[in-house]
């Protein structure tokens, strides 16, 4: 990987970048109002919020930490302080760092700033966020300092991983699509950054292009797959997109766990035509060589599962069924069966593990699916009891193999009890 | 739990004095007995204080022992508001002995003195007044016993404290022997001597609550620790909410179940009995997995409680003055409102029931024991007095939550098992589903100031259910309408004023010209309600103080100065400026756009306690989030029982009226309630609770008691969407004030 | 079934269903009263027990995984003569209004301090976050757990 990189940066011969010169930060009047307003949209559709605020912390002052691969990365104050965060910055260093992932001062940014997508947005919404941006009140919040595994803490590496990975340009229209398609296609690609989740990356932490969509991991969760690969047990359409996007909710699915929490915050208070374009867009990948009917009846094979799994099934029935089971208040009041959830169709256990391990907080407004962490209650071997008597019960996959070694791993990765 | 009944019923009933009074004041008899509705016990002797008017027998109070114990009777029940240490200290304090000294009982049919309900903040004015009173009685009579037995006038006799009447040459009594030569059994007088609160021993001290230590090490402290030998465990099946039906229970698979006992079914009602409680909750399970239909009202769609304003009213006018024709020069319209509430009893309601020998009891946490047994002796086709009913504490229930549901059904069910005691507990989800919510409402307010920054006209309407259905006969009951024969349904009435329910302090305490304020009493429930902890009084406070600062606003003055103007009430002023003093409200932060402070008054339903609140908070502007960074309360509940425990009520009452602002609303689709668990029905945690409360006591030594409960509810709502006006520039009038609500409304300007 | 079960140092042999909750074996079969019913749910916390030393909600967790893990109750911190440290500042703040949340409270907030005995103002209100309190009565929580982590009032992190 080293060397790739040290190839790139020989072939690239240059990874030098200027500066760009401080200006004292633009009186907020000078933005007019609907252009705003306009970024306001934009940067929820981007989910800057989401990684630019830390627990507790003021909103977009940066300091959240993100765990990859290669050490901890702290988010940058992206509030207008000229000082520690982006006040002195102009449009043209606000545009280089989003197209390009160079910071005002001529350093490469690391793609956990998914420019590899922001390069794809227009002009007119780079201004808006820009105008957004530079409209909030400033924030005096110093960034703590990454911890990464030598040597990638020297950013000039940067430069050929960009050379191998940023590609620049427009999303491209496809005039065989509705515009509303072509509208979802530019805000997933782009400010969206669906695929940073959705899609599996290299080695290099790069996006594969082949295997667009094809489900990836976040945050030690799998983004499922939104191409035709998609395992729900109905077919998503268009509709059933929406209200899950909006609501963090589909009675034909499941609801939205870990890492997409956030993701479904953001998009319940945008303009409904942007998720509708979205849902579209989404609905379209998927639906390609969907096997799945919208109508499938949920699987339910309780003896068989019984048989398989002995222990799991009393776990279940003690731990899981006040929610999941028959006649549980739940089930009566629409929310969605297990034999419909997408993380037990999955070819791998990992969110289904996740959601035991760590439950599910409501995204939006604090109200909606709630679901308790077992981390603290149940052993590994007795999530991976109870998962394998669910996938069994409810779904007609086979069984996960290694379930119990994934949950250690599981857990060990998300820092659980 | 099974103390022999003593039939104080016996003692009064056919008595000349009950006929006699009869035919006394209704609106007497609403100033005791918790002032909520209900039944209540009739007035007999408006001389007296308290309850005393209605149970004016010393001995149905207080009896003494020839060892000097006191045995101490309350019809007033321990909710988790601490009254049955305050209650204690008081009597301990007029009887001048040690609270060590007393067996207190609360609220048992077969015992206590019929108090009507606990509620409405009533139980100090009636109960404590009452024990106070009846102390100061007991204490004048052993003295008198005493001084006759050592042969020198009352006047050179003292009680020490510690159960003895002393006389100055050193003579001591025992309160025993003088009990013995005395009877109780005689009615109270009005003017027995009260102890003078400087030589207070016992109350105005943070005595401990005695109900506690068992709370901290799993004592035996709620209904739901019961265990009576051979006691069964009941569920009741039924749909997801109240106003639908299980179309086809699967009874015949719950019935297979392990552990099942019985089933029984009356009508649409559906209970499961079984020997251990997670095989009820099995088989309840099994039985409820089934389709249904709705079978109630339309629920109150897309308007909310606007929904109100278009059903049918009955106008009540509330006040009306005429000042002659003042100047207006600035004027406030706005319209508020709040939605559903759930009680949100941390505990479902839970019911013992054991029909023995042809009597039924029940152990209950209703607030209205007294009314229950007549009402649930109607629905179990029993006389009244085969039918007692135990206080037992549960969950707090502020308010009519499932409670007497819950203990109506359990009497159902005892009645099919004669012997066999039967314990019932809701689920969580029934608890959500089935309680009666705290009524959505709407106001509407038109103020003006005129050029003296006086107000000059003050137009007020509010839309509200009945805040009053409790049942006082077996149609107050859900299962009524279950059951088959069922009874019909109580028709709601509004409680009158000066307790008022939907209008509860929508009369100010603040001097205003030309007021005209009134009450549309809606009598058509779009969701089913009862009383939820300070009634119509939260939304009525949040109103009026959002329009005081809002006219202050415009007058240019200083919100506290412009309420001040207002009030002639001295204990009203002196609370407020308590509570801003504290709080360096002269010196505050001014709304920054992010932070900023409100501050909000009341004197509970006019005549309970002054609360005044005073708040800070910050605003996270792109997302809306409030932050609560201090609240300073200032209260002035007459004279202080417990310090502590009115303490511990504001801060009680201030975190659960953020919660309401904040957080609560019961939602509801087209057939039912769709708020059932705590992700659909979210109320406050713990990161959103304020960085700190401080509450100061404005001490009324002397003055008459004043319930704490719900003093806080009202100016807390109002207090922070006065912060929020201030932080921010916006005024938002529709709780909660979500953070979304509070985003829309501050726009994307930085 | 019968299961042997580890509970407030305390070894008992019940005889249950393998999937019963832990909470009503400990209400029912024990005759404990610490642990409550607030929903069933894993949502409120009215319920918590210390297994393995760890927080749980014992509503979800059913008999059969209790396996070799030690059980505590509130019971097994001390009685009404004998209160742990925590109980004791709960008497001491006079840290509850029904109480009806109290027990789990204490049991969430004592497997805290076990593990971090001198947690900061944010740990605790974040620890204590599964924990709900419909009476309000939280600031007096706060300041019993304060109280015992020797944590300064206003000290928030
Ligand atoms: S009863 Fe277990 S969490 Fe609520
Ligand atoms: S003290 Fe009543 S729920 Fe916490």
Redesign the pocket.
Known sequence: MLAAMAAGVLALGLTWRPTISAIDRPQAGSFPAAQVNQGAILAKLGDCAVCHTATGGRALAGGRPLATPFGTLFASNITPDAETGIGNWSYEAFRRAMRDGVSRTGSHLYPALPYDHYTHVTEGDLQAIYAYLMTRRPVHAPKPDNKLIFPLGFRPLLAGWKFLYLRHGDVPYDSGQSARYNRGAYLAEGLGHCGGCHTPRNLMGAEVASKAYAGGIAEGWRAPPLNAENPAARKWTADSLYTFLRTGVSPDHSAAGGPMGPVVESLSSVPEEEVRALSVYFAAKMGKAAPAKAEAEPVDRPAEAVAAFPEGARIFAGACAGCHGPGAPMMSQGRPALGLSTDLTDSEPTSAIQAVLQGIEPPVEGRGPKM?AFAPSLTDGQVAAVLGYVRTRYTHKPAWNHLEHDVRQARKEGGQP | MNAPVLDRRKVLSGGALVVAFAMTSRLLGDAVGGGEGGAGPKVVRPDLEGSLKTDPWLDAWIRIDAEGQATVCSGKAELGQGIRTALLQVVAEELDMPPAAITFITADTGRTPDEGLTAGSHSMQDSGTALANAGANVRMLLIGAAAKRLGIPVRELDTTGDGHIAARDGRRVSYGEAARALSLHVEAVADAPRRSPQSYRTMNRDFRRVDIPAKLTGGEAYVQDMRLPGMVHARVVRGPSYGTRLTAPDIAAARKMPGVLRIIQNGQFLAIVARKEWQAIQAMRVAQTSDYVKTGPDLPGEQGPRRLQSLASREIIVEQSDDGPKASTRTFKGSFSRPWYSHGSIGPSCAVAHLHGGELTIWSHSQGVFDMHRATAELVGLAPDKVRVIHTPSAGCYGHNGADDATAEAGLIAMQLPGVPVRLQWMREQEFGWEPCGCGMVTQIEASIGPDNKIAHWKYEVWSNSHNNRAVGAGGYAVAQEIVPGFPMQVPAPIPMPEGDGDRNANPLYVFNNMDIRYHFVPEMPMRVSALRSLGAHLNIFTMEAALDELAKAGGVDPLAFRLAHMQDERARAVMLRATDAFGWSKRLRGDGRRGCGMAFARYKNRGAYCAIALEIEIERETGAITIHRVNAAVDAGQPANPNGIRNQIEGGIIQSLSWAIHEDMTYDTSKRTGFDWGTYPILRFDQVPGSIDVDIVESAGLPFLGAGEAAQGPTSAALANAIADAAGVRLCDMPLTPAKVKAAIGNAG | MTFELTVNDKTHIVDAEAETPL?YVLRGELGLNGP????????????TVQLGGKAV????TPLITVGEREVRTVEGLGGVDSMNPLQQAFADEQAAQCGYCIAGMIMRAQALLDENPHPTEAEIRSHMQPNLCRCGTHMRILRAIRRVAAVPAGAAA
């Open positions: 308790p | 909470l409550k019913y607030g929903c069933g749910l894993g949502q409120c916390g009215a319920c909600y014992s509503c979800l």
